[in-house]
């Protein structure tokens, strides 16, 4: 925890950002986390993975959102990163992985700015082929983002969203999403919630994974298993075949350099694999999340900046 609360504190600090960047090993290892600064990066990612037969969800990490100016650039970099992938033509291949705050949603009159950004991204991504799906953030940003899926979900049916299985509501919000042919996004959930909403121990987390996984791959809908753990990965697959359900139904998902062999290896035994690509201006934040999560991650980085790497 120690180390996670100094990682964090790393994530704000700009030195370090550019520590991060300056030397050609740094960056790879960056690189591996991240596709890069512009939609150029991230659609050369999405080619590379498109090439190695993997599907990939693109997420723009920018500023923070503070006014309705700031929301509508985050909408006008989204419309860029559809422009260049329709350019390359990778829609078949590639979606879109969206935040309801970069869309407004923590502003004042959020909800109705989301709305209208979320509702102008979802028709262009519709009318291009393809469609985003909703990032779920802090518990209290949850009830919130099921409003704006389901308003945007009612004019745009394949919008999808991501659920926390640490959250104890989880289970319940499965099996009314399985209900509908929804696309939903399972995964363990990357906050800091209290004990009253969230499961603390990883085998409550786990455990409620996998009753939510089973709702939703009983369900009528796409379930999109986003986990990099071995166990729930073979419990899934598993669970597939005992509801009959095509490949084509249900998705793995992972994030991008993490567990690389095992993505590929899914996908060459005939699974779906997405991996999720993130890119933009404020990519440092992110990796050092990422770096937080597995304390071999941090290694690799520190003796990269050392010059060991
Ligand atoms: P867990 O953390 O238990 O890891 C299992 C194993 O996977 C580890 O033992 C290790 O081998 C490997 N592993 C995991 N993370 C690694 C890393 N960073 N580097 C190297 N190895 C690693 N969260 C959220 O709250 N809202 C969201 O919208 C999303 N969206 C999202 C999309 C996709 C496609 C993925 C894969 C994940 C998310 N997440 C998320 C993050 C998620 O909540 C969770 O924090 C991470 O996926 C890590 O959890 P695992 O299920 O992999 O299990």
């Known amino acids: 925890m120690v180390v996670r609360n100094a990682l964090v504190a790393a994530s704000q600090s700009g030195a370090m950002k550019s520590a991060a960047s300056s030397t050609p090993i740094t ?4 690189r591996r986390f991240v596709a890069g600064e512009s939609a150029v990066d991230a659609v050369q990612t999405a080619a590379d993975l498109a090439g190695a037969g993997l599907h990939c969800t693109i997420e723009h990490l920018g500023p ?12 006008n970099a989204y419309l860029k990163l559809l422009e260049a992938l329709q350019a390359a033509d990778l829609f078949d291949r590639s979606e879109l992985s969206v935040k309801a705050s970069d869309m ?16 102008r991204l979802a028709e262009v991504a519709a009318g291009l082929g393809t ?20 308003a945007v979900r009612s004019e745009f049916p394949q919008t999808g969203i991501v659920v926390q299985s640490y959250l104890r509501r989880t289970e319940v ?53 986003a986990t ?12 597939a075949v005992r509801t009959n359900r095509e490949r084509s139904t249900y998705e793995f998902q992972m994030l991008l350099g993490v567990r690389p062999e095992e993505q590929k290896r899914l996908a060459a035994s005939g ?28 290694s690799l980085f520190v003796r990269a900046l050392a010059g060991r790497g």
Not at 64 to 73: F, G, I, L, N
Not at 131 to 150: G, K, N
Request: hydrophobic share 40%.
């Open 27 to 30: 960056r790879a290892v960056a």
């Open 104 to 119: 407004g949603l923590d502003l004042p009159g959020g909800a109705e700015i989301a709305l209208a950004n979320t509702k």
């Open 228 to 239: 990099h753990d071995p166990r729930l990965i073979e419990i899934a697959s598993a669970l």
């Open 271 to 298: 699974e779906k694999v997405r991996v999720y690509v993130p890119y933009g201006p404020q990519w440092y934040p992110y990796l050092v999340r990422r770096m937080a999560e597995k304390p071999a991650n941090l």
């Open 173 to 225: 919000d499965c099996e009314q999403l399985a209900r509908t042919a929804a696309r939903v996004r399972l995964v363990k959930g990357a906050f800091d919630e209290s004990t009253e909403v969230a499961f603390q121990t990883s085998q409550d987390i786990d455990l409620s994974y996998v009753r939510s996984l089973k709702s939703l791959m009983n369900g009528k809908g796409v379930p999109l298993i």
């Open 64 to 75: 923070e959102v503070t006014d309705e100016d700031s929301a509508q650039h985050s909408v």
């Open 131 to 150: 469609l985003l799906i909703l990032d779920m953030e802090a518990y209290a940003s949850v009830d919130p983002t099921f409003d704006l899926f389901h």
